[in-house]
């Protein structure tokens, strides 16, 4: 801008010249000095300007504080940002067996408690986060569990290291949805993903030290997570704060995305889980896990669709017998406007026997083929509120259930 | 014949005045675009695909000794509008907000990033943050000498 006026008084004094004409040279030449020390001026002007916002600038982040993200290498403090997530509901089950038309019927309302979501940027490469969970238990007392906590470390871009507790490298579901029911699309998880104390056989939950990163190319985006880990224990709900064993857990998932929010995977996890006699002679020896899977998506809306498959083998080191059990689903979901109805087919595939799962408490034990179909609509009333509902068909070997739940799920 | 050309002086004077009416962006029109620090020199081709991976937390540095430092436009704004519908494929910033709700929680990113409150804010914070990255519509960029525009494709 300063160029235009510059330039116009430049013209004006080329065109005014001639004007005046060589019978007054005085006064040409107390123009084209006049417009000279107008244009050092304007020049003046505007590097002041321009020192004079900075400086403002500066003023502003030092006034905001260390949490506005000034680089400039001065005292910094770690930023803490705490998130909440929780959910209301009510349940209504009926169950039958064979035997009886209806053997059980149960409704309650539901809140498991909340969840808070801590986490800090510590340094600029290093942060940390934690999932820690408020639960209201069956009998009134409430108990607090860590079920997430991580120290991130960015090695560099495109890998980054994380250390601490967090859910295994199994699967496209477990790396993505944890306690927090607002993120979850549906009430109730996949059954092959439940979790350890909900009857659920696979190891969800990782002690140990994480690598992940991602690269991209022409063909799209490919990540990774390898896990080392502390091994399972004896049984599926021990927790493996302590490792009861030399082995450690492997695991390693990798996706390739060859388009934002689509793509597929596979994964697979090594681990040698410790025997205990304590628990019978049939747990004497150590079992050999090998757990395999894929994963494919498509999210891209207005369609939300995932399926998934796990294979595990457990082979008894006493007996050299193998136990083979699989899971599967596929859920599909499509939004239209705020609501997303969506539908989900759940297949369990369990052998019988397994000493691992008869060992680990009475749910594990009568586990069996299972089929569960479930439909449901969630429905995003504000932006950080949504209500779903659900119903639920489940049938095994021994009986039948039908849920219907409705569930309210916020993140605050 | 002297009036007339102190006048004249005084009009050239007037004109050179800055004025926001005819600011121009570095760009000479009005999109939106992506701006950075003048130092930065790592975001230059930068194309749509590498901008969601930014914005969405998923590159977090820009080389060893640089991390990204986001910024989000305001919530009405163009540029806001732009983000939403070509980086995050979403229909408005309510919707960008869910999206790092939902990343905090898988603990790819740890905070949702800051929004300022004007073009002009965010170009005195990329001016002063060597790492920062913003998303502004070009035509209210009062002074692009002080940072790095950067146009990309798609947005």
């Known amino acids: 801008m300063p160029r235009l006026g510059i330039t116009a008084g430049v013209a004006f004094a080329l065109i005014a010249a001639p004007a005046l004409g060589a019978e007054d040279a005085g006064p040409k030449r107390d123009l084209a000095l006049a417009l000279e020390d107008i244009a050092r001026m304007q020049a003046d002007y505007q590097s002041r300007i321009e020192t004079l916002e900075a400086q403002v600038s500066q003023l502003r982040d030092v006034e905001a504080g260390p949490d506005h993200g000034s680089h400039s290498g001065g005292f910094r403090a770690p930023r803490l940002s705490i998130r909440g997530f929780a959910h209301v509901g009510y349940n209504a089950t009926e169950s039958s067996t064979r035997a009886a038309p209806i053997e059980e019927s149960s409704n309650h309302f539901d809140t498991e408690g909340f969840s808070l979501i801590l986490s800090s940027d510590i340094s600029e490469r290093v942060s940390f986060f934690s999932e820690t969970e408020f639960d209201l238990t069956g009998s009134g007392s409430t108990s607090i569990t860590i079920a997430r906590m991580k120290l991130n470390v960015d090695l560099f871009d495109g890998l980054r290291m994380t250390l601490g507790k967090g859910h295994t490298a199994i699967g496209y579901w477990n790396k993505n949805y944890h306690h927090g029911a607002w993120v979850d699309p549906t009430i109730s998880r996949p059954l092959i993903y439940n979790y350890e104390g909900s009857g659920g056989v696979l190891p969800l939950h990782y002690y140990g030290v994480e690598l992940m990163g991602d690269f991209s190319s022409g063909l799209g985006n490919v990540s990774y997570v390898a896990t080392l880990a502390n091994g399972n224990g004896p049984t599926t709900t021990s927790t493996p704060v302590q490792d009861r064993n030399d082995s450690k857990l492997l695991a390693l998932l990798m996706t390739w995305e060859p388009r934002e929010d689509a793509g597929l995977g596979f994964n697979v996890v090594l681990d040698r889980i410790p025997g205990d006699p304590a628990i019978g002679p049939f747990r004497d020896h150590t079992i050999e896990e090998l757990i395999y899977g894929g994963h494919l998506f498509y999210r891209v809306e207005p369609f ?103 569930q309210a799920a916020f993140t605050f | 014949m002297r009036l007339q050309i102190v006048t004249l002086a005084l009009l050239a004077a007037v004109l050179s005045l800055p004025t926001p009416v ?107 943050d060597r790492g920062a990255i913003a998303v502004v519509t070009s035509g209210e960029i009062p002074n692009p000498r002080l940072i790095r525009i950067i146009e990309v494709d798609g947005l």
């Not at chain 1, 059990?325 to 705020?338: I, S």
């Not at chain 1, 609501?339 to 087919?345: D, E, L, V």
């Not at chain 1, 021994?398 to 849920?403: E, I, K, N, V, W």
Request: net charge positive; hydrophobic share 40%; no cysteine.
């Open chain 1, 304 to 406: 939300d669709f995932v399926t998934e498959f796990q294979h595990i083998t457990h082979e008894d080191g006493g007996t050299g017998a193998s136990y083979r059990h699989y899971g599967a689903f596929a859920h599909l979901g499509y939004t239209l406007g705020k609501f997303t109805p969506y539908y989900r087919f759940d297949l369990l595939g369990i052998e019988s026997g397994d000493p691992f799962f008869v060992g680990s408490g009475a749910v594990l034990a009568r586990l069996s083929d299972t089929v569960q179909h479930s439909v449901g609509v969630r429905w995003d009333i504000k932006p950080f509120v949504a209500i779903k509902t659900e119903y639920r068909y489940r049938r095994d070997r021994f009986q039948r259930d039908s849920t219907a739940a409705v």
């Open chain 2, 22 to 128: 005819l600011a121009q962006g570095g760009n000479g029109g009005s999109q939106v675009v992506v701006i950075v620090n003048r130092a930065n020199d790592d975001a230059s081709g930068m194309t749509r695909i590498e901008l969601a991976r930014i914005y969405k937390g998923q590159k977090r540095s820009w080389d060893r000794d640089n991390p990204i430092s986001l910024y989000l436009p305001p919530p009405s704004s163009r540029a806001m509008l732009s983000l939403a519908a070509n980086v995050f494929k979403v229909h408005d910033a309510n919707a960008i907000s869910r999206y790092y709700i939902r990343a905090i929680f898988r603990n790819i990113v740890s905070r949702v990033p800051p929004v300022v409150d004007s073009t002009e804010e965010a170009v005195q914070r990329v001016a002063a």
